[in-house]
């Protein structure tokens, strides 16, 4: 049986695919002990991507394939731009001095601006397989752990509970499925030049993420 494109790219990864879904972030965020300075600084950093992430799949939709492809990847859409922005914008609302004005004297770290510029960089200029390989980096790893820590997860304070949730559960799993379906018959289309390009994209994309995690804990 031929191994799917999506399982090649991650099987490519490594050991870095398995740092970031066991990484400490997802184990003390679902254990509600989470450090709430480490989570604010990864909160504030994280909705620094929405816009490229709202570009990101906007470009995969505008390029898939079909109509079929597209519906989706519409759907989706609609609950990044809805739900998960409301969850960021309770959770501003909660967390210490975190008013819109206070985190605006914040800068971007240096993770967030490449992250920033990888998702803008495929959106613009890329092929579809190449957008789509940052997208499955970046849903099919959450989901990864988000489904190993659910089980455990500690449901006293949204702020940690709700973050596990949108990235487990029957809808999210059929989303990852979605995206890895459309990389995975981009995989039988596409030539040696084009699954490179995409290879390197998902490696990119999997070494911001754990030093997205990283950079968390940096100088606590």
């Known amino acids: 049986m ?32 989470i ?3 480490v989570l604010k600084k ?33 759907q989706f859409l609609g609950l990044i731009t809805g739900k998960e922005n409301t969850y960021f914008e309770r959770s501003f609302e909660v967390l210490p001095r975190c008013s819109k004005e206070e985190r605006a ?5 240096a993770v967030t601006v490449n992250f920033v510029n990888l998702m803008k960089e495929v959106s613009y200029g890329g092929t579809l397989g190449e957008i789509l390989s940052v997208l499955v980096v970046a849903e099919w790893s959450y989901l990864s752990w988000g489904e190993k820590v659910l089980p455990t997860t500690n449901r006293d304070d949204f702020l940690t509970y709700e973050w596990v949730d949108l990235h487990s559960g029957d809808y999210f799993n059929g989303v990852v499925a979605y995206l890895r379906g ?28 754990e030093d997205f995690l990283e950079m968390a804990y940096a100088g606590e």
């Open 182 to 209: 459309l990389l995975d018959k981009e995989g039988t289309l596409i030539d040696d030049e084009g699954k490179a390009k995409c290879k390197a994209a998902f490696l990119r994309a999997i070494q911001l993420e």
């Open 105 to 109: 004297k914040i800068p971007d770290e």
């Open 35 to 37: 450090d709430r300075n």
């Open 42 to 74: 990864y909160l504030i950093q994280d909705h620094r991507f929405l816009d490229a992430f709202v570009i990101l799949l906007s470009s995969a939709i505008a390029k898939a394939r079909s109509l079929d492809d597209r519906i989706p990847g519409c």
């Open 2 to 33: 031929t191994k799917q494109f999506t399982e090649e790219l991650r099987e490519a990864a490594g050991e870095q695919w398995d740092r970031v879904i066991n990484h400490r972030f997802t184990t003390e965020l679902a254990s509600g002990k």
